[in-house]
């Protein structure tokens, strides 16, 4: 089964912050890689497939990149909006699996 | 527009099945590449994916616990049932009926891209 290893697993950052999460998977993917936000509370969003596709929808100021085993999340300039807690997932092989989770705070 | 809402218990005991529906709009199960999953997260935890059907059938379970869940589907009510057995209070958690987004170039699931509200199930005696 494919494993993934996210990093950090918290982060604190100020509004305007360049955020980079970084997902690693235990076995090459390709680019068969999901990230989702999600707020407390509530259901996550899909925000990127494809390991660099942005939804519809999504603030440009997302992106993500990465192939094979190493994947990271982009945001360029953090909003508060923004601070929550990511997921990546692959989906690639079956089982599917989810990464641990970055919660990102307000520093 | 796409909707998705769980049903079933929100307490169950240890041992016991838990029984949960996931009851859709705005597709067909019965269209290629369509499909409906299940995702839980158990409290201040990570998202643990848990299963998948799709329109032909084809089921897909999570490895760990693939001896104690059955999904299915009644397409006629568009509705998917998950039963796990075995209930224990470490399977306290919301679980999620989620719908798949098929890439068609590449003739696969790229992630989910619609949930449900999510229903929050507690194992205990």
């Known amino acids: 089964d494919v494993q993934l290893t996210q990093s950090p697993s918290f982060l604190s950052a100020s509004v305007g912050d360049r955020v980079t999460i970084t997902c690693r998977a235990s076995?090459?993917?390709?680019?068969?890689l999901a990230w989702y936000q999600q707020k407390p509370g509530k259901g996550p969003k899909l925000l990127i497939c494809?390991?660099?596709t942005l939804q519809s929808g999504v603030p440009s100021r997302f992106s993500g990149s990465g192939s094979g085993t190493e994947f990271t999340l982009t945001i360029s300039s953090l909003q508060p909006d923004d601070f929550a807690s990511y997921y990546c997932?692959?989906?690639?092989?079956?089982?599917?699996?989810f990464g641990g989770g970055t919660k990102v705070e307000i520093k | 527009q796409i909707t998705l809402k769980e049903s079933g218990p929100t307490l169950v005991k240890p041992t016991q099945p838990l029984t949960l529906t996931c009851t859709f709009s705005?597709?067909?199960?019965?269209?290629?590449?369509?499909?409906v999953g299940w995702i839980r997260q158990p409290p201040g935890k990570a998202l643990e994916w848990l299963a998948l059907?799709?329109?032909?059938?084809?089921?897909r379970y999570r490895s760990s616990l693939k001896s104690r869940l059955t999904i299915t589907k009644d397409t006629s009510k568009n509705q998917v049932v998950l039963t796990m057995t075995n209930m224990d209070p470490v399977d306290t958690a919301t679980y999620y009926c989620?719908?798949?987004?098929?890439?068609?170039?590449?003739?696969?699931?790229?992630?989910?891209?619609?949930w449900g509200q999510g229903t929050l199930v507690t194992v205990s005696s």
């Open positions: 989620v719908h798949p987004k098929w890439l068609l170039g590449q003739q696969r699931v790229g992630g989910f891209d619609y």
């Open positions: 705005g597709f067909s199960l019965t269209t290629t590449g369509v499909g």
């Open positions: 059907i799709y329109w032909n059938d084809d089921k």
């Open positions: 076995q090459g993917i390709s680019t068969n």
């Open positions: 494809a390991a660099s």
């Open positions: 997932q692959q989906l690639d092989s079956y089982p599917l699996a």
